[in-house]
């Protein structure tokens, strides 16, 4: 029997997934949580085999879940399911070595299948996202201004930002403009909009 785990904040496509899952007669469904913090903690306790990720969770995403367990040296299989076809994301899904990454409209079957495969010691990718991933963009940022832009994209201030870096405001404003130049965008905002579309923060 494989024990599934499901990792969902969509509530309707959750219980969808748990209903046609629980019609198959070697899978069982061991949970179905709505956030990254509530997945870490059932896989601890329930040591799934397979656990269905979704890409963005609250609390925890999908990728940092991933690297948590693979740091800790969990071995159950992960599969990411996204709803983009984003290179960025599917080139940290990599890194992070995970079993499988599919795009949420695939059809059912192909989802139960990955599963069984991912199983067997195969890795699986939607056909989409494999080609995405040969049309990756490199990121212009370099490593600072990717670093303050995810810390604004978590919410922190200018302030906050020169503490946490122990850099001057003024620096962490000139990392600001560069890379705003660089991504061609209007504002900070946009620019780190732009740099999670792309998945490079």
């Known amino acids: 029997m494989i024990r599934v ?3 969902e904040d969509q ?14 007669e070697d899978m069982e469904v061991v949970a179905e949580v709505s ?18 990720l979704d890409i963005e969770m609250p609390h925890i995403s999908g990728l940092e879940l991933a690297g948590k367990l693979r740091d800790s040296g ?7 399911v996204t709803t983009f076809a984003r290179p960025g994301y599917l080139q940290k ?41 040969f049309l990756k963009e490199e990121s212009p940022l370099t490593e600072r201004e990717e670093e303050v832009l995810r810390l604004a994209n978590v ?6 930002i020169s503490k946490q ?18 991504l061609h965008a209007e504002s900070r905002q946009q620019a780190v909009n732009i740099a999670v579309e792309k998945g490079w923060i």
Do not use: H, W
Not at 103 to 111: A, G, Q, S
Not at 155 to 160: A, F
Not at 165 to 182: C, D, E, M
């Open 165 to 182: 870096l122990f850099l001057t405001k003024g620096t962490v404003r000139n990392y600001f403009s560069t890379a705003i130049q660089k």
């Open 74 to 80: 969990n071995k159950c299989k992960i599969i990411i």
């Open 93 to 133: 899904a990599v890194d992070a070595k995970v079993e499988g990454y599919l795009l949420k409209d695939e059809p059912i079957e192909y989802l139960i299948e990955s599963i069984r495969k991912v199983m067997n010691g195969e890795r699986v990718i939607s056909t989409d996202l494999a080609a995405a991933l």
């Open 155 to 160: 919410g922190m201030t200018t302030d906050q």
């Open 5 to 7: 785990l499901i990792a």
């Open 11 to 24: 509530s309707m496509l959750r219980g969808a997934l748990t209903s046609l899952l629980k019609f198959e």
């Open 35 to 52: 956030d990254g913090q509530q997945a870490l903690e059932a896989i601890e306790k329930l040591s799934p085999d397979v656990c269905l």
